[in-house]
């Protein structure tokens, strides 16, 4: 958020609408909507992975276009820490989704079912 702010305070804020208008992520959101409902439940599942999905990826795309318009060319660090926070985000969204509403799938080492 604090690089949003930086960005549109340099005027920089219609980068970040136009990438958060665009149409691509809300359609496969719909897509993971609509398998959500038309799926059936595993055993075990308290509700479908793919709602919370569909619900997730437009959330974490939005963080990442205010957080990259907070320079316009990141150097170093900076553009490799970008690239794992918005590569990460939506893969850690759906790991944490995959184990709150099907915990039968977290595997034992990462304290699954049949963990000690």
Known sequence: ?????????????????????????YLFS?????????????????TSPLLWLALAIPLANGLAAVSSVGQTQPKGLT??????LHGGAVLAAAACILAFVSPRFVPVWLGGPGAP
């Open 79 to 84: 553009r490799a820490g970008l690239a794992l």
């Open 1 to 25: 958020m604090v690089r949003g702010l930086r960005g549109a305070r340099e005027g920089r804020a219609h980068l970040a609408a136009q990438r958060i208008k665009s149409p691509t992520i």
């Open 30 to 46: 719909a897509y993971l909507l609509v398998a959500a409902l038309v799926t059936p439940k595993s055993p075990g599942e308290s």
